[in-house]
């Protein structure tokens, strides 16, 4: 069973910066693609960005420009740099590992999710 452990999350003031790491205990490479979702209080989790093992990515709009999502292979971890944050980022921040099988199913792995808090 892979786990992934998030960090990096806190309280930063509007156009500020953090960065947030996920560490697998196994290879990443099992993964079909890894990402990051959000869930603010009161909304549905939502998808933030993707990224693939051959490095393809994908933004949700409301961060496109703002947040860089990337991956290290040898050190089995993803990021997620956010930038220029706003105060609706707000969220529990949960990393995301997904797997394809044989027969089409797909199986989530899930972090345990990190705050992040944008405020004055």
Known sequence: Q?????SGGGLVQPGGSLSLSCA???????FNAMGWYRQ????????????????????ADSVKGRFTISRDNAKNT?????????PEDTAVYYCNGFEIGVFGNRRDYWGQ????TVSS
Do not use: C, D, H, W
């Open 2 to 6: 892979v786990q992934l452990v998030e």
């Open 24 to 30: 697998a205990s196994g290879s990443i490479f099992r």
């Open 40 to 59: 603010a209080p009161g909304k549905q989790r939502e998808l933030v960005a993707t990224i693939t093992g051959g490095g393809n990515t994908y933004y």
């Open 78 to 86: 993803v990021f997620l740099q956010m930038n220029s944050l706003k």
């Open 113 to 116: 999710g990190t705050q992040v």
